[in-house]
């Protein structure tokens, strides 16, 4: 399988198995990432980042300070974000932190069901160390799969533009 399609793949699978959507930050420099894939809900996204809720977000905290994963419900949440991001659809979920290759990267699963189970998290730990580890390579990865990287960043990060410039 190429590079392209890996990722495409892998992404799916995590759509799937977070149906309230989640967002991935790879490779953060000061607070930027190199590559940035969310897939929650519009109006939570905007609310968010109108209310900047990043500063005080429970997950993006503990997934900066820790490797591994922790299921929300786990997590201290003196700002009450997380009851915010409930009224959104973002009941349950997982934190999940990766530093490999002197980089860090950090994402958050979501559902409105149920707690994700142990095996759903395994999975989604190991395809979002696998999406590390091929994004870590990014300087080894050919300039269409790089560029299609970029491509598949803005388009899952901007729903609207799913379909578009494919």
């Known amino acids: 399988m190429g590079e392209t399609a890996e990722i495409q793949?892998?992404?799916h699978r995590m759509e799937q198995a977070s149906p309230s959507g989640f967002a991935i930050a790879f490779h953060i420099v000061h607070v930027t990432p190199s590559y940035l894939f969310q897939t929650y809900d519009p109006v939570w996204l905007e609310y968010y980042s109108a209310n900047?809720?990043?500063?005080?977000?429970?997950?993006?905290?503990?997934?900066y300070s820790n490797n591994g994963q922790v299921r929300w419900s786990e997590l201290d949440d003196p700002a009450n974000v997380m009851s915010k991001a409930a009224e959104h659809g973002l009941v349950y979920g997982i934190a999940m932190g990766n530093e490999a290759g002197d980089s860090r990267s950090v994402?958050?699963?979501?559902?409105?069901?149920?707690?994700?189970?142990?095996?759903?998290?395994?999975?989604?730990?190991?395809?979002?160390?696998?999406?590390?580890?091929?994004?870590?390579?990014?300087g080894t990865l050919s300039a269409k799969a790089h560029d299609e990287l970029k491509r598949m960043s803005i388009q899952f990060t901007h729903p609207a533009r799913r379909g578009k410039d494919s």
């Open 52 to 63: 900047g809720l990043v500063m005080q977000d429970p997950v993006v905290a503990w997934s």
């Open 9 to 11: 793949s892998i992404l």
């Open 107 to 138: 994402a958050g699963f979501a559902r409105a069901d149920r707690e994700f189970s142990d095996d759903e998290i395994a999975r989604l730990a190991g395809e979002f160390g696998r999406l590390h580890d091929i994004t870590l390579e990014a």
